[in-house]
């Protein structure tokens, strides 16, 4: 149950009327003795009404607003949501106090998690309408992210050896046998926001991405352009985002990409949300025909709030590949699903599983059938924001793939963690 003294917003500074204590009372409140700087005589009526640790943290946090100590502030109302994230009060003066600090980034982020959580149609409203604040006041920035990404299987070779087929047994080539490896990523990207009439919001993005190994011909890099055009009011949203791309290998340009995102959303009550999702792309790979072509997706997500720190959600995709060798082409199924969960040291845990069946249509070269892949992901996710250095919170993941083909090429299995930070500027 909680607290008396977030138990619903007051229309100043947005606390619980129970701060107040109750109407008829001759007595002032822990929130009238706040209000009236008596900071003392607040801390003792708190005594005084046995008050739980979280609602002694919350008027400790009014206090160092009410003094301007906002950092101090800031740092009481994290402690609160990370042992109830779903609180809206101590979100919504937290959002507002990051923007007041010029953490533009972190106050967006807030922003958008009321609008999830706040069931009132007015407060997402008045969140949104903040969101425009904040991209006024920063219509651009600058994200950088680097990780150590080890690997037992750099490029996704195969452990088997020997390549049967109709005319006979190969010995397949040491550079398609999976190699170990460790590589440095590095992302850097910039972007710039657009306020149009109506509340539609325009992003453009650009990219560039760099992994690299200590066997070079494994190194990769791109470069992306993307504008996405969206909305979100009224438990609704849209995104078009079409999008390009460059990619290399070994320092060799690889393939170039096109492609077109859509995505409808609906808040379908104050815990469940339900997302649709299209995607179209044509690749033109340059060292092979056979893999140019266009490629579809189309997919649905729910997500479900299960408890105040804790949600699920499960995916369902349909992947179709139309590539110019019919040996390549595919129509494959993906199930998913994902639980998240926050703690009260805050530790946020994301764990995934997903498995995908990929029948192609027609026969490998070499062979009189046609290639058929089940691929098998389990991941894991660890975040803790108490866990800083220079402004930016690391983020630990990995991921075990089982990729199972009836063509010896395809049937490997990896193993790959990354460790990196994420720091927007």
Not at 142 to 171: C, K, L, M, Q
Not at 398 to 403: E, F, H, P, S, V
């Amino acid at each position: 149950m909680m607290t008396r003294l977030l138990f619903c917003l007051c229309k100043a500074i947005a606390v619980c009327a129970g701060l107040a204590g109750p109407a008829a009372a001759q007595v002032p409140g822990p929130l009238e003795l706040i209000q009236a700087r008596d900071f003392d005589g607040a801390r003792a009526a708190l005594d005084a009404q046995n008050a739980s640790p979280l609602d002694r943290r919350f008027a400790e946090a009014l206090i160092a607003q009410s003094t301007g100590d906002r950092l101090r502030a800031i740092a009481e109302l994290r402690e609160i949501l990370r042992v109830r994230p779903d609180l809206v009060a101590p979100r919504r003066i937290l959002a507002s106090l990051l923007a007041q600090t010029g953490q533009y980034g972190a106050a967006e982020f807030q922003y958008r998690q009321l609008v999830e959580l706040d069931p009132n149609t007015d407060n997402r409203s008045a969140y949104n309408r903040a969101l425009r604040t904040l991209f006024a006041r920063k219509p651009f920035g600058f994200t950088a992210s680097g990780a150590i990404v080890p690997s037992t299987n750099i490029n996704r070779g195969t452990a088997t050896e020997i390549f049967p087929t109709d005319f006979g047994d190969f010995i397949i080539d040491e550079d398609n046998l999976g190699q170990t490896g460790i590589g440095l990523s590095l992302d850097l990207g910039v972007f710039r926001r657009f306020e149009l009439p109506g509340g539609r919001r325009l992003q453009l993005d650009a990219k560039t991405a760099l992994i690299v190994y200590d066997k070079a011909q494994f190194n990769q890099h791109s470069f992306t352009l993307r504008a996405t055009l969206s909305d979100a009011r009224d438990g609704k949203s849209y995104s078009v985002a079409p999008e390009i791309s460059r990619a290399y290998l070994a320092g060799e340009r690889y393939y170039d990409r096109v492609a077109l995102a859509l995505a409808r959303g609906w808040t379908l009550n104050p815990k469940t949300a339900l997302i649709l999702r299209a995607q179209g792309e044509y690749r033109d790979y340059t060292t092979s025909d056979s893999l140019t072509g266009p490629r579809y997706e189309l997919g649905a997500e729910v997500r479900r709030r299960l408890d105040p720190r804790t949600s699920l959600t499960g995916s369902l995709a349909y992947k179709i590949g139309n590539t110019e060798s019919p040996a390549f082409q595919y129509d494959g199924i993906e199930l998913g699903v994902r639980a998240n969960r926050a703690f009260e040291n805050g530790i946020q845990l994301g764990l995934g599983l997903s498995y995908e069946t990929r029948p192609y249509r027609g026969d490998f070269t070499g062979l009189t059938f046609a290639r058929q892949d089940n691929i098998t992901a389990l991941d894991v996710s660890v975040f803790n924001d108490k866990w800083t250095f220079q402004g930016a919170a690391p983020t630990y993941s990995c991921k075990l793939t089982w990729a199972q083909s009836n063509v010896a090429f395809y049937d490997y299995t990896v193993q790959e963690c990354s460790i990196g930070f994420t720091r927007n500027f």
